[in-house]
């Protein structure tokens, strides 16, 4: 297991090449201290996990690690279908005219959007077209809580997970950081 920069598994998501819309994901509180823990997951990827933590409103910082090459049948029932939350990884507009392309699709999904009945998984589906969104879909977090499917993950990637958290524990100690921001 390699451990990395959070960004740069962001950035593994966002080159993955696979369907954006097949990705899911999980997140809350972390176990121990201040941060979160995410996990990530595509059936043609696998599983990644993050933590992460806010050294301010400006600066976050985190590691992360791909910890399964696949999604199996245990793992699978953790990580929603649907809901009510999403997430979504962007990357970057290479350019000002690549921006304003963006800024006009995004501009017509709205204006289709309000002169027509929707649904929000609709919208948000049409927006994360418009966007060029990588990765996105359903996601379960909570950030005053640790949902027990994170626990369930945490306990199946017990290595992953002691090995990450010493990590960024590293991090906040280096930082001289007692708390975390939202």
């Known amino acids: 297991m390699r451990i990395r920069d959070w960004t740069d598994i962001l950035n593994d998501v966002a080159d993955s090449g696979v369907d954006a819309t097949d990705w899911r994901a999980i997140a809350g509180q972390r176990k121990n201290g201040i941060g979160e823990d995410l996990y990530l997951a ?39 279908d649907k809901g009510n939350q999403r997430f979504a990884v962007q990357t970057p507009p290479e350019d000002e005219s690549e921006a ?69 524990s590293q991090l906040i100690e280096e930082d001289d950081v007692d708390r975390g921001f939202y």
């Open 42 to 80: 595509h059936p043609g990827v696998g599983v990644y996990h993050l933590k992460t933590y806010a050294k301010n409103p400006f600066d976050v910082k985190g590691v992360g690690s791909k910890i399964a090459r696949s999604i199996d049948d245990d793992i699978e029932p953790l990580f929603p």
């Open 100 to 168: 304003e392309q963006i800024a006009k699709q995004v501009e017509t999904v709205l204006e289709t959007h309000a002169d027509a009945p929707t649904s929000s998984e609709a919208l948000f589906e049409d927006v994360m077209n418009a966007l060029n969104s990588p990765a996105h879909g359903p996601m379960t977090f909570d950030h005053r809580e640790r949902p027990d499917k994170v626990d369930s993950l945490s306990t199946t990637f017990e290595e992953a997970e002691e090995l990450l958290d010493a990590e960024l």
